[in-house]
């Protein structure tokens, strides 16, 4: 490794200090306790291990086993374990002891047996259930799947023709979990600086709601949000094609992108011919480009497609199975693949790395998984020998929890925006930069007044900065801001930043206590250098849509799930970079790969056989439900109940809902996008808050999943016109 190489891996692992001395998890010397079944919760404990936390995971004997414990191996990866044997007077009384020595406690309440003791004031309590603790749904135990089919996740998945589809993964369940870490440090947070603790309460639901982003402004206008497939209901060619070998994915934006594909297909005239000259055109005629892309790539395998279309620059990827990632050579060079042995299984398994491992030191040990009790005496010395931190004086005053911080995000559509729309809510200055004319998004349709629906859903609590980059006052401008800020979130094209001057080391030189976060498709450090990301891309070469199967054709899912839940891992990254800064008193710099992101979401399915939870979906005389269900067809899952779908088309959703579950079937109604936002649920935990903004337009904002007892998060206001805040950038420059 050469000196540049050797600065660029200390910069990246967020370590500025010596080589021997190695740096400390941000969590290191807090006590976990994980009591809750649901797979949210043991996402939340995972990632809590890896920043260094000691987590006990309680496993139960004689208790149904849940989804959680069906990939094991991964939800128990760097966790200790204690095995609670049911009715066993002494392992109920130590669990008494684990629970009172712990600093934070994971629970599922509404699957799983809570914590039967009152918390003592210093202890952080988070519970993740399906729809949270309050509205008509609270308490019911509704699987991810159920959760997919009342929140609209299904309803925006699949063929527009045929019935709505599940995303293959646990989406609701992991999203949880992410946002379930990011509370957990946002409290952690508040006890270090404010001495106490709290209940922190997070919902599926709440989680599957906020990434309906993409769908709400329709509803917004009074338009049906609908399923588009592969395609993309705005743009053509955008879909998934059958190569010789395999699914691969061609994605086009502009018509000069279209030009230079019917170059590559040996077709150039086509570019030109009436009727698929235009964007606008090719979309009304979307069936015959799409025969024309697939008549092209079936002549070929995806590696020759993938390399035609590369070289050509236009966006692409193969559609990969689960099975295909342990050799894709992104994620080898990202060290996001890795052999680990599992005592409790087959032996040796092949498991996706951490996406934090890149930006944040995490835990030496979290490659163990532990044996089924194995960790009973360690964790006894523990408990006895464990002195509870000292903390300051109680501060119960109503400050945000990230009052006083100064965000910068230059960022747009998807992944900066939701960290920085987080971030604001909790309390934290935001200002968002965007080029002369604004961000991509801000005008895209519907629109209210001059900005869209979508824009505002993505930007609240944010105030907008014109700058020009290229010149060179703006420039001084930016350094000005920088100079006061403690974190940058970035999602352009990795190297836009240090072309313009703004590299890792030249950033903590201009301010070295800056928490520094660049999110992108693959990585700052890739094997695909300066390839297109698009959030379908990242599905594609992630295992999503090889998991997300209509029809048995490899689907992404409707919402952007990739774009999420690479904006939900760059959250906790700065979160916990921050937790690192205060300790340190120096910056960190985080690289956050939405592929890294979202092929750790798909860990629970990597070793289990057959993957992910059975669902039918049923056409019904207003809609449709969903069953739950080992059939994956509508005609056997009815046949349980001694139903045709021809019978089943004449009932309502609630009659056969009713029906399914007297049967002892889990079943839930599929709702549109518009019904999930007028629904008592979305209303009962305001979901979708109006706020005024400063044009006196109203304008529907989507309130924060972090729902913390005390410090709760606010959405207090929607971001206003283009440059408002560049004034005060002039005002601050000139102090």
Not at 167 to 194: D, M, N
Not at 263 to 289: H, Y
């Amino acid at each position: 490794m050469n000196d540049a190489s050797a600065v660029e891996s200390s910069l990246l692992t967020g370590s500025h200090r010596s080589a021997a001395a190695a740096p400390t998890p941000p969590l290191a010397g807090l006590l976990v306790v994980e009591l809750g079944e649901r797979m949210g919760a043991a996402v939340c404990g995972s990632l809590l291990a890896q920043l260094g936390a000691d987590v006990a995971i309680v496993e139960r004997s004689g208790v149904p086993a849940r989804d959680k414990w069906a990939s094991r191996a991964a939800n128990t990866l760097g966790k200790r374990s204690l095995l609670v044997r049911t009715g066993d007077a002494g392992d109920d009384a130590f669990l008494d002891e684990l629970l009172r020595a712990a600093d934070i406690v994971l629970m599922s309440s509404d699957v799983s047996p809570g914590y039967r003791h009152k918390p003592h004031p210093e202890q952080i309590v988070c519970d993740v259930t399906a729809f949270g603790a309050s509205g008509p749904l609270a308490g019911k135990p509704y699987s991810d799947v159920l959760v997919q089919a009342v929140a609209g996740l299904a309803d925006t998945t699949g063929d527009p023709d045929a019935e709505p589809s599940r995303i293959g993964f646990p989406f609701c369940e992991v999203s949880a979990g992410i946002y379930a870490a990011a509370a957990v440090l946002v409290a952690q947070r508040v006890r270090r600086t404010r001495g106490f603790g709290q209940h922190i309460d997070v919902a599926l639901f709440d989680c599957a709601v906020g990434a309906l982003s993409t769908f709400l402004p329709f509803h917004a206008v009074g338009k049906a949000a609908t399923r588009a497939g592969n395609r993309h209901s705005l743009a053509a060619p955008w879909n998934a094609y059958r190569a010789s070998d395999g699914w691969v994915l061609i994605c086009t934006a502009t018509d000069e992108q279209w030009s230079r594909l019917c170059k590559l297909i040996g077709q150039p005239a086509l570019a030109q011919r009436a009727g698929f000259a235009t964007n606008a055109e090719r979309v009304s005629r979307r069936g015959e480009v799409d025969d024309t892309l697939q008549q092209w790539a079936a002549t070929l395998t995806v590696e020759q497609c993938i390399e035609r279309l590369t070289t050509n620059d236009i966006a692409c990827g193969p559609i990969l199975t689960l099975d295909q990632l342990a050799t894709e050579s992104n994620l080898l060079h990202r060290k996001m693949v890795r052999r680990i042995f599992d005592p409790a299984g087959p032996g040796e398994i092949t498991i996706p790395g951490s996406p934090l491992a890149v930006s944040l030191p995490t835990a030496a040990d979290d490659s163990r998984v532990p044996a089924p009790d194995e960790h009973r005496a360690y964790l006894k010395t523990l408990v006895s020998s464990r002195k509870r931190p000292a903390l300051p004086h109680q501060d119960a005053g109503k400050a945000l929890p990230l009052a006083g911080m100064r965000v910068v995000e230059i960022g747009q559509y998807t992944t900066a925006p939701l960290v920085g729309r987080q971030l604001g809510a909790l309390g934290a200055e935001v200002f968002k930069i965007e080029p002369p004319g604004g961000e991509g998004s801000r005008a895209w349709p519907p629109t209210q007044g001059n900005r869209g629906y979508f824009f505002a859903f993505s930007n609240s609590d944010k105030r907008s900065l014109e700058l020009d980059l290229r010149r060179q006052d703006h420039l001084d401008s930016f350094t000005a801001l920088l100079k006061t800020a403690d974190v940058l979130v970035e999602n352009l094209k990795p190297g836009s930043l240090a072309r313009l001057g703004f590299g890792r080391k030249e950033l903590l030189e201009i301010n070295p206590r800056l928490v520094y976060c660049g999110i992108s498709g693959f990585g700052a450090s890739s094997s695909y250098p300066g390839r297109p990301a698009f959030d379908t891309v990242v599905q594609a070469m992630s295992g999503f849509m090889d998991l997300t199967r209509a029809g048995g054709v490899p689907t992404k899912a409707g919402i952007s799930a990739a774009d999420i839940v690479g904006g939900e891992f760059g959250l906790l990254s700065i979160l916990a970079a921050l937790e690192m800064r205060d300790q340190t008193g120096r910056g960190q710099m985080l690289d956050v790969s939405m592929q890294d992101a979202a092929v750790s979401a798909t860990a629970s399915l990597w070793n289990e056989m057959p993957r992910g939870q059975g669902a039918a979906f049923v056409r019904c005389a207003d809609g449709y439900i969903c069953i739950e269900a080992g059939e994956t067809d509508a005609v056997s899952a009815l046949g349980r109940l001694g139903q045709s779908p021809a019978t089943a088309a004449r009932m309502t959703r609630g009659t056969l809902v009713e029906a399914a579950l007297k049967a002892g079937m889990a079943a839930a109604p599929v709702r549109s996008v518009s019904e999930v936002a007028l629904c008592e649920q979305t209303a009962a935990r305001k979901l979708i808050l109006e706020q005024r903004g400063e044009d006196d337009r109203l304008w529907p904002l989507l309130n924060s999943p972090l729902r913390l007892g005390l410090t709760p998060p606010e959405v207090k206001r929607p971001i206003g016109e283009l440059g408002e805040a560049n004034e005060e950038l002039r005002l601050m420059g000139n102090r």
